[in-house]
């Protein structure tokens, strides 16, 4: 069984910091990471994390300490990294649509760097010729993931270099003499498939005889965990074991082998966290009954915007009769995070938790309506820590510039 937090800790963490608040489990995160690590024990493989699920400093240093790397798709992403102790070497720049600018900060701080244009790749290898070897994002044409906001491997999909236009790679890159050292592909978020991961290799392994300086395979991240209760992830321990099968054929027949690097957010961050609401009001529509919480989508988007489950429990109320409810939140749109849903009987003041909130959840949240963001609190060895306080007035309005 994983380890889930209590809800006694949960309350004493709400009554400790108040609501809404974002709990993350320290020990959870350590669990994920030692299953990604024993499913493909029979590669070469780094893990880097995908900060972009939760950037906290906290998170990463935690990250760094398990022997992580982080992926970062902003500047601000890999400063945040280096401020956790993270050090270049570990760090990937994966950014999508910048401009050669902000890749030359990037080098400037010694990162692995990521290219997913052939516009940029021009410019990168005008730039530095063979000076700063770098991996190049490949678009697969493989449609997965969990939904169409989130696939990212598709043919129509913004992201990588078609694998069409391996052809103008290779003349960039005698052209310019630019070195690639890895090639990419992240193929779209939740992916249960074990062979989407396997296709996506398979694809980059039948290109590699065009790169001799060739190192790296990148796999990106993907990997989907299960966020309702019947609901199951991918399988890991099968997935290391087929890569390590692919692999092992592939180097019977041409003699080469690379290092394999994954890029999982979800896969880390998203069990370990836990939103808590309160109650505010309780309306009783002709049609439905509504539970006003003290939240909205500028604090967890996904359900509003990727119409996302997230499992909810009334842990103030663990034993009350059931009661099927629409959970609102204060927003003034349609800011619902849950329709009909059973839940235990609700009363003004109770506690609702939302599983799965680690990956996406804080990281996405915004300002809107100038309501200020949610407190963030570490759990370690069944002790609470503040990792980030929670917005006052003050936050909304700095940076405004007033006469
Ligand atoms: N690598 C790259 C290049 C990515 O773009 C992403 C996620 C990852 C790795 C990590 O993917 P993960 O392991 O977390 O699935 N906000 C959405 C998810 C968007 C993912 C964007 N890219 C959500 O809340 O479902």
């Known amino acids: 069984m994983d380890a889930v937090l209590s809800n006694e800790i949960l309350l004493q963490a709400v009554n400790e910091f108040g609501s809404p608040l974002y709990v993350y489990d320290d020990q959870r995160i350590r669990d994920q990471y030692g299953k990604l690590v024993s499913a493909f024990h029979r590669s070469d493989v780094r893990f880097f994390y995908a900060c972009k699920a939760l950037t906290n400093v906290n998170i990463l240093k935690i990250m760094h300490e398990l022997g992580s790397g982080i992926d970062c798709v902003s500047i ?13 070497d570990k760090i990937i720049f ?66 990588g270099i078609s694998i069409d236009q391996i052809d103008q790679i290779i003349a960039i890159a005698k052209q310019t003499g630019v070195k690639v050292k890895g090639l990419h592909l992240h193929t779209g978020s939740e992916i249960k498939e074990v062979d989407v991961f396997i296709k996506g290799l398979e694809l980059i392994l039948e290109l590699t005889h065009h790169f001799p300086d060739l190192t790296v395979v990148d796999l990106g991240g993907g990997f989907k965990v299960p966020y309702k209760s019947e609901e199951k992830g991918t399988d890991m321990q099968l997935l290391g074991e087929k890569m390590a099968e692919t692999f092992a054929v592939f180097k019977q027949k041409t003699g080469r082998m690379f290092q394999v690097w994954f890029e999982p957010g979800k896969f880390l961050v998203s069990e370990c966290g836990y939103f808590l609401v309160k109650a505010n009001i309780l309306k009783q529509a002709p049609s439905r009954t509504f539970v006003g919480v003290d939240s909205g989508f500028n604090h967890l988007i996904r359900p509003m915007f990727y119409d996302a489950y997230h499992k909810i429990t009334n842990i103030s109320n663990p034993s009350g009769g059931l009661c099927t409810y629409n959970i609102v939140g204060n927003i003034c749109e349609t800011d619902t995070f849950a329709w009909d849903r059973e839940l235990n009987v609700v009363r003004a003041n109770d506690i609702l938790l939302f599983n799965n909130a680690g990956a996406y959840g804080f990281e996405m949240s915004s300002r809107f309506n100038s309501r200020c963001r949610p407190a963030e609190v570490l759990v370690k060895n069944g002790r609470l820590k503040l990792i980030r306080r929670r917005e006052t007035f003050d936050d909304v309005i700095a940076g405004q510039v007033i006469d």
């Open 76 to 88: 601000n992403e890999v400063k945040l990294a280096i401020r956790a102790g993270v050090e270049p």
């Open 94 to 159: 994966t950014p999508n649509g910048v401009g050669l600018a902000e890749y030359l900060e990037a080098t400037a701080l010694n990162v692995h760097i990521n290219i997913d244009n052939l516009d940029l790749l021009q410019q990168f290898g005008r730039h530095f010729g063979s000076a700063y070897p770098v991996i190049i994002r490949l678009n697969p044409h493989i449609m997965a993931g969990g939904n169409i906001k989130i696939a990212t491997g598709h043919v129509d999909s913004k992201f």
